[in-house]
Every structure is written in structure tokens, then in C-alpha cells.
């Protein structure tokens, strides 16, 4: 397996422009995650689902973000309207739902920058 | 709230030495936490879990303990080599997540390796 693929690798872009980002969990896996990543605040879960459905939102910023899952191969995290506070490596992770403690496989992220 | 402590400054050791990473916690008790390593423009990737009615577990040159006492992980590479110059994040269940898979993160401690 590839692992986690993500789509764009960097995305430079004015604020106020709509942002999507991609991800492609590992195959089989039930649940996927999505990070946002800055010096400031570290790694933020924003949001995860469990088999396509989205089971807990609560890290998500503002209404400016949203992100759906139509399949178990493919999620958005899209950003309308971009603000340059948004800027920040945005990751990836899924993993299995095995045990509940299952270790969480990370894409390589995208780094956003809003200018 | 869930709060995990890492410590914020680099931590720089010679070639095979032993590196000590610390990982706090406070609030609760997780049921397991586990250590993830990250190299810069990479996403995090799983080393080790370690349950709370385990007190040591080893892989390789790594150790975790896991101290519900002192509310305190000890993440130990023994035998340093300069490759193993990362950022090392211990991540933990926030209450209430049983059986979801979600992880909270600390800050991560960076390390570095001198030869």
C-alpha cells in the first residue's frame, strides 16, 4: 500500500480564495483523521470519522471549515474563505478500528500558506 | 481539561548516549498513550503504545514507562545514533473517546544527536 496520500503537497493561495485539500486513507482502514499542525498550538485534531460518518467536529475552527467523506477512499477539508491565520500544515491520518487504540498512519501533510 | 506537557526546549545529546524524553499529563488517567516520531516536512509515525497496567515496554534501542502514579511517560533511546534526530510527540485518549481511536497531542520535544 502507498499509505496515506495527500493532495496538494503545498498550496499557496490570497486570502479569502477557497482552499479544498485531499486525502486518501490506507485501504481497509475505518477511520480517518484530519490535523492542522503550527509552531504555536502543535497538532490539532479538527476532525474524524468512523466508516464515512463524521463523529466528532468539535476541533473544527469556524464555520469556514468543513470536510465530508463521500467513500471510504476519499475526504475533503476545504476552507471558504481563506484567511492568512489559516496558514499551517494540514495532515492526514487513518487508521484501523481494531482494538480502539489502534496507532494512527500519517500522511505526509500539506503546507498551506494564505496569504 | 486534558493537558500533556512535553518538554518545549531541544534536547541535545552526544552519539550513544541515552536520551530521556518526558511526557506529563494531568486531569485523568488515560488507558494507553503512545510515542510517535517526526522529521521535519514529514507527517508523525507510530514507535510504541503502552497500556496503563504496563509499567515498561522495549522495542529495539526504545523504552517507554508508564508511571499513573506520577502521571508521567518516560520515552528513553539508548545507544543514540545522529539518525535518530527527530521530534518525538506522545499523544493520549482524551476522556470519553473509548473505542474511537482519538488522540490528543503534546507539543513534542525536539531531539538532537551529535556525533
Known amino acids: 500500500d502507498a499509505g496515506v496520500i495527500q493532495s496538494p503537497r503545498h498550496e499557496v493561495t490570497e486570502m479569502g480564495q477557497e482552499v479544498t485539500l485531499r486525502c486518501k486513507p490506507i485501504?481497509?482502514?475505518?477511520?480517518l483523521f484530519w490535523y492542522r499542525q503550527t509552531m504555536m498550538r502543535g497538532l490539532e485534531l479538527l476532525i474524524y470519522f468512523n466508516n464515512n460518518v463524521p463523529i466528532d467536529d468539535s476541533g473544527m475552527p469556524e464555520d469556514r471549515f468543513s470536510a465530508k467523506m463521500p467513500n471510504a477512499s476519499f475526504s475533503t477539508l476545504k476552507i471558504q474563505p481563506s484567511e492568512p491565520r489559516d496558514s499551517a500544515v494540514y495532515f492526514c491520518a487513518s487508521s484501523l478500528a481494531r482494538t480502539g487504540e489502534d496507532e494512527q498512519f500519517f500522511g505526509p501533510g500539506t503546507r498551506l500558506t494564505v496569504l | 481539561s486534558q493537558k500533556i506537557e512535553q518538554n518545549s526546549e531541544a534536547l541535545n545529546i552526544q552519539e550513544g548516549k541515552t536520551a530521556t524524553l518526558t511526557c506529563n499529563y494531568t486531569?485523568?488517567?488515560?488507558?494507553?498513550l503512545q510515542w510517535y516520531r517526526q522529521d521535519p516536512g514529514r507527517g508523525p509515525v507510530f514507535l510504541l503504545l503502552?497500556?496503563?497496567?504496563?509499567k515498561e515496554k522495549r522495542k529495539e534501542r526504545l523504552k517507554v514507562t508508564f508511571d499513573t502514579t506520577l502521571k508521567q511517560s518516560l520515552f528513553h533511546i539508548t545507544a543514540s545514533q545522529p539518525a535518530d534526530s527527530a521530534t518525538y510527540l506522545c499523544?493520549?485518549?482524551?476522556?470519553?473517546?473509548?473505542?474511537?481511536?482519538?488522540?490528543?497531542f503534546g507539543a513534542g520535544t525536539r531531539l538532537a544527536v551529535h556525533p
Open positions: 499523544a493520549l485518549p482524551p476522556p470519553g473517546s473509548g473505542g474511537y481511536n482519538k488522540l490528543i
Open positions: 486531569n485523568y488517567s488515560p488507558a494507553y
Open positions: 485501504s481497509g482502514h475505518d477511520y
Open positions: 503502552i497500556r496503563e497496567n504496563e
